[in-house]
């Protein structure tokens, strides 16, 4: 059965966040501790304060926000009782309220509602069922895979993203991109999910080069703004993939940013979901011609649909470098014997990652194994599938 749901009400603007509120009274607002003391949070207070709203801050969020912190929020958020949370931040904040929320619900909480406002321009948070809490003393994080997890309504300000670093709106445009990539071939595709990771890519291909160059210009930074959120459209309805169970125990385990990650990772697995590995038969399938379509949305499609794929994999490769990310695991810094020390734990849990389970192509220990070694060196032959000069 095919499904595509939609429960999130998008508002652009500023103004949007009082239509947002209705008539709630009790405001529980997530944040970051960086945006509360620089006093960015006050883009909400400042609101909150005019209409007369009763507030608490929770500004405990750090970077993959993990169990202890889910918990601390969840005491404050049975003590404030409010009537509505706002999440107001990037994808920990944005996540953390998730937890939080659905959490405090299962203690007696109720089911309050709930606002995301994004500050970056990357996890589609703002309109996914998804959410990642970590477990800092494992190692390991968590997907919540919900529709509970669902925010009521997502205020979209593009003016919010313009201060993000260049590495910042770097790594999390090439996660932007990695979500449709991944919904676009994802177990639970249809029409409907194809028709916003599109749009998605095509938002990503013209204005992610133009942000990264010049982030003042509000007007490229509102199509990257809208293109996290379609592509959150997308996966949250379609799922995602290995990839994503790749990205996020590599992430956990060496501290790499999670779109940077995303980004090293893309090349190689959209090979091996195309071609298959040099341990099977190699083959054109479903997946191939789908990711030839989105090379032929680009302007690079070949003489082939191999050859197309070829191309857009070249291209990423491509966009990654000139973005200035690293392009492999060592170029980011990890030595070969941490990451051989954790090769195989990872591999196994990104296997047990529920991203993983909507990959198009199922895969082994192994194949996932020699697929991070690939990936930690840079480099390998087009004959297995893995040549991208």
Not at 11 to 16: A, D, N, R
Not at 119 to 126: A, Y
């Amino acid at each position: 059965m095919q499904a595509f749901y939609l429960g999130t009400r998008i508002f652009s603007g500023k103004e949007g966040l009082k239509e947002a509120m209705g008539d709630s009274q009790r405001i529980f607002l997530v944040t970051d501790s960086f945006l509360e003391q620089s006093k960015k949070s006050a883009y909400i207070t400042e609101i909150l304060e005019k209409e007369g709203k009763a507030w608490q801050v929770f500004s405990e969020v750090k970077p993959d926000p993990d169990t202890e912190t889910i918990s601390r929020g969840v005491c404050r958020l049975l003590e404030f009782r409010p009537d509505c949370i706002v999440a107001f931040g990037g994808g920990s904040a944005l996540d953390a309220a998730k937890g939080i929320r659905y959490f405090a619900a299962g203690q007696g909480g109720g089911r309050c509602r709930f606002i995301a406002v994004p500050t970056t321009s990357g996890t589609g948070s703002e309109v996914s069922c998804f959410a990642i809490i970590s477990n800092r003393e494992k190692a390991v994080k968590y997907p919540l895979v919900t529709q509970e997890l669902l925010p009521d309504a997502a205020v979209l300000d593009a003016g919010l993203v313009c201060s993000a670093p260049p590495g910042v709106t770097a790594a999390t445009g090439m996660d932007v991109m990695t979500h449709a990539l991944e919904a676009y071939v994802a177990a639970g595709a249809n029409d409907f999910t194809d028709a916003a990771a599109e749009k998605a890519l095509l938002l990503v291909k013209e204005y992610l080069p133009e942000v990264y160059r010049s982030p003042l210009d509000l007007y490229a930074r509102e199509r990257m703004h809208n293109a996290s959120c379609l592509a959150g459209m997308a996966f949250s309805n379609a799922g995602l993939g290995l990839n994503h169970g790749m990205a996020h125990t590599l992430g956990q385990h060496f501290h790499i940013p999670h779109g940077t990650a995303n980004a090293m990772l893309l090349p190689w697995v959209l090979a091996f979901n195309a071609f298959g590995s040099k341990a099977r038969e190699k083959r054109i399938n479903q997946t191939t011609e789908k990711y030839a379509r989105i090379a032929a949305l680009y302007g690079m499609d070949g003489f082939s649909k191999e050859e197309s794929v070829w191309r857009l994999i070249r291209y990423i490769k491509q966009l990654v470098r000139r973005l200035g990310l690293p392009e492999s695991i060592q170029g980011a810094g990890i030595e070969r014997k941490c990451f051989e020390a954790a090769l195989k734990e990872m591999a196994a849990a990104a296997l047990q990652d529920p991203s993983t389970g909507t990959n198009p192509e199922r895969c082994t220990q192994e194949e996932v194994i020699e697929l991070f070694r690939k990936v930690y060196d840079g480099r390998g032959s087009r004959k297995e599938g893995y040549r991208y000069e």
